[in-house]
C-alpha cells in the first residue's frame, strides 16, 4: 500500500472508529465481554497495530487453528466489523486518489485484508486459548 492511501486512512481514524461502533453494536454479544462498550476501548491500539504494518509489508499467509469453535469469542465479531469499516474507507480514500492504478487498488485491498486478518488470527487464537468452554465441550 503505498503511503498516501496509508496517511488517508490513518486520517480517517474518526469515521473508521465511528463506524467499526456502528457495525459492532448491530451484532448480538455472546458474552459481555463481546459487549461494543467493553470492547471499544481496544479500538485505537488495534488501528495502531494495523495500520502501522501496512506500508511496504507484504500480507503474508499464516496458517493457524483455532483451539475453540465456541461463541465466547468477541473477537470473532470485533475484527470482522474492523474489516468491513477500514475497507469502507480504503474505498473513500481510493476515490479520491484517480491517479492510482487498478493494480494498485487492488494491491492495497489484498494488503490491508491480509495484514487486518494476521492480527485477527492471533487475537483470535489468544482469546481462544483463554476459553473456558473448550475443556468441556471437547
Not at 480517517?12 to 459487549?35: D, K, S, V
Not at 488495534?46 to 509489508?57: F, I, K, M, Q, S
Not at 477500514?86 to 484517480?98: F, K, N, R
Not at 487475537?123 to 475443556?135: M, P, S, V, Y
Amino acid at each position: 500500500m503505498n503511503e498516501s492511501l496509508r496517511c488517508a486512512l490513518q486520517k480517517r481514524r474518526p469515521q473508521i472508529r465511528a463506524r467499526w461502533e456502528a457495525l459492532l453494536r448491530l451484532e448480538r454479544p455472546q458474552t459481555p465481554l463481546g459487549n461494543p462498550d467493553t470492547l471499544v476501548f481496544m479500538f485505537d491500539q488495534t488501528l495502531d497495530e494495523v495500520l502501522a504494518a501496512l506500508p511496504g509489508r507484504p500480507a503474508g499467509v499464516v496458517r493457524s487453528r483455532t483451539e475453540c469453535q465456541c461463541d465466547c469469542n468477541p473477537m470473532r465479531v470485533y475484527f470482522p466489523a474492523l474489516e468491513q469499516a477500514l475497507l469502507e474507507a480504503l474505498v473513500l480514500v481510493q476515490s479520491e486518489q484517480p491517479a492510482l492504478s487498478a493494480d494498485e487498488r487492488v494491491d492495497a485491498v489484498a494488503e490491508l485484508c491480509g495484514t487486518l486478518r494476521r492480527v485477527a488470527r492471533r487475537e483470535i487464537a489468544a482469546f481462544d486459548g483463554l476459553c473456558q468452554q473448550k475443556t468441556r465441550s471437547h
